[in-house]
């Protein structure tokens, strides 16, 4: 079962920032957050990873609270071409057989001309 | 990406048939995955494979065999096919020395009649 819970579906308007939330009530020490996100039918593109500090790279932020129970996925400026499933994934790295991505079925962004 | 790629890209077969799709990558990750997507769902693992002669079942690998024939490649065999099993199929890899981020192909859409 995925460890993480995301609204089914959201909106934004192009060029604005799109914040995407993820619960992760029982994440442990040692799990990571990665986010992905699919294109319809395409192969799931990985976007950003934190432990407990924020991350930024080219694509997004990641902001995780300091208790770690949830995290926000920001794209500063959305396109169209953004448009997807966004799928937020809790993973223990150090884990060996458990080190597999398990997703649910993640949030449907839409970003509107 | 393109350094990741799956054949067939389609494929309609018929109950009972043995169906066999193919990954290769040239990225030279040790780790590989297999996963199957339905409508509406996230993906979820078949198979995966974190070295050569290293073969692990993932959530649903009932009817399902693989091969991992070279570091490279990581077949996904059917051996009798059945409707249920219609899916869009990827293929993924990993590079467990690095961040463990998979890369996905661009999947294989199998339909069963």
């Known amino acids: 079962d995925a460890k993480t819970t995301q609204p089914p579906s959201m909106d934004c308007a192009e060029g604005r920032a799109a914040n995407l939330p993820c619960n992760h009530s029982?994440?442990?020490?040692?799990?990571?957050v990665y986010w992905y996100r699919q294109i319809h039918s395409q192969g799931p593109q990985y976007i950003i990873h934190?432990?407990?500090n924020n991350e930024t790279n080219e694509m997004a932020s990641l902001i995780i609270t300091e208790d770690r129970k949830s995290s926000t996925l920001i794209l500063p400026h959305a396109t169209l071409r953004d448009t997807a499933v966004y799928y937020c994934?809790?993973?223990?790295?150090?884990?060996?057989?458990?080190?597999?991505?398990?997703f649910g079925t993640g949030t449907l962004l839409a970003v509107q001309p | 990406d393109a350094d990741v790629t799956q054949t067939p890209r389609n494929r309609i077969t018929k109950t009972g048939k043995r169906i066999m799709l193919e990954c290769s990558q040239t990225?030279?990750?040790?780790?590989m995955y297999w996963y199957r997507q339905d409508p509406g769902l996230g993906l979820r693992l078949i198979y995966y494979?974190?070295?050569?002669?290293?073969?692990n079942k993932g959530e649903i690998s009932d009817g399902y065999s693989v091969s991992r024939q070279a570091q490279a490649k990581f077949s996904l065999s059917l051996e009798s096919a059945i409707p249920n099993q219609t899916a869009l199929y990827f293929c993924?890899?990993?590079?467990?020395?690095?961040?463990?981020?998979?890369?996905f192909g661009p999947g294989t859409r199998l339909t069963v009649l």
């Open positions: 993924a890899t990993s590079d467990s020395r690095l961040a463990d981020e998979q890369f």
């Open positions: 029982t994440i442990s020490g040692n799990e990571y």
């Open positions: 934190g432990l407990k």
């Open positions: 994934i809790v993973r223990d790295v150090y884990g060996g057989a458990t080190n597999k991505l398990i």
């Open positions: 990225k030279g990750h040790d780790r």
């Open positions: 494979s974190f070295d050569v002669k290293d073969i």
